[in-house]
């Protein structure tokens, strides 16, 4: 049995849906099954044996599925003072940034930086690259950036210096829509997101950055 279950949770599933039709052949009552398993989901929380009303996720084949379901109950400046505390004394409580990073989504993240900054006068990233290094490091300041944000350094990275990253090149730019979804309040990250966030962060289009550095049919 082929299981796509990882597929799910890491593609645009507009892409993946495009991808079984024009190049795997799926059809009709396959690709609907595909599509259904995508839409109409809900969530339940369980806490000592007591279960929550179920709730509509708002995620569905217009979106992208992350694995990481939004915090609740979820109190942003409670989550800063925790990275907060890690940070503080001699040695830094790593265990505890792992489970703020790891338990909240893109955006609740973005509002616990905000926290942060408004409680404690300084910035989150800056902290935390005074307190961690290596891999570590890059992890996690990478969790704190916006999709598009990400999206725009990683095109930049794999094209600056001697040789172009070309397998990151297609993997960013073959794997977003160059159409925004209907619904501006849905998470989902187009090109016209990461252009502009390219623009703004080197001053220069997309378009043109890659132009210069690529040729040919590529």
Same mark, same amino acid.
């Given at each position: 049995m082929l299981d796509l279950s990882a597929a799910f949770d890491t593609i645009d599933?507009? %892409? /993946?849906l495009n991808r079984l039709e024009q190049q795997f052949g799926f059809s009709e009552k396959p690709l609907q099954w595909v599509a259904s398993y995508l839409s109409d989901r809900f969530q339940t929380v369980s806490i000592d044996g007591k279960v929550s009303e179920p709730v509509l996720l708002t995620f569905s084949v217009k979106l992208i599925q992350g694995t990481v379901v939004p915090n609740s109950p979820f109190t942003a400046e409670i989550s800063a003072q925790k990275l907060h505390k890690a940070m503080k004394g001699l040695d830094t409580d790593e265990k505890t940034i792992i489970d703020v990073m790891a338990s909240h989504t893109n955006q609740q993240r973005? !509002? &616990? *930086? /905000? *926290?942060y900054e408004k409680l404690y006068d300084k910035n989150l990233? %800056?902290? /935390?690259?005074? !307190? &961690?290094s290596g891999n570590f490091e890059n992890l996690v300041l990478a969790l704190l950036e916006t999709p598009a944000n990400y999206d725009a350094k990683e095109i930049k990275? *794999? &094209?600056?210096? %001697?040789g172009t990253d070309e397998g990151t090149l297609i993997e960013i730019l073959s794997s977003r829509s160059n159409q925004r979804p209907p619904n501006r309040l849905t998470k989902h990250i187009d090109m016209v997101q990461i252009k502009s966030e390219f623009q703004r962060l080197y001053g220069k289009s997309l378009a043109s950055f890659i132009k210069g550095d690529t040729s040919g049919d590529f």
């Open positions: 599933h507009i %892409a /993946l973005q !509002e &616990i *930086a /905000l *926290a990233p %800056a902290e /935390l690259k005074s !307190e &961690i990275f *794999a &094209i600056k210096g %001697a």
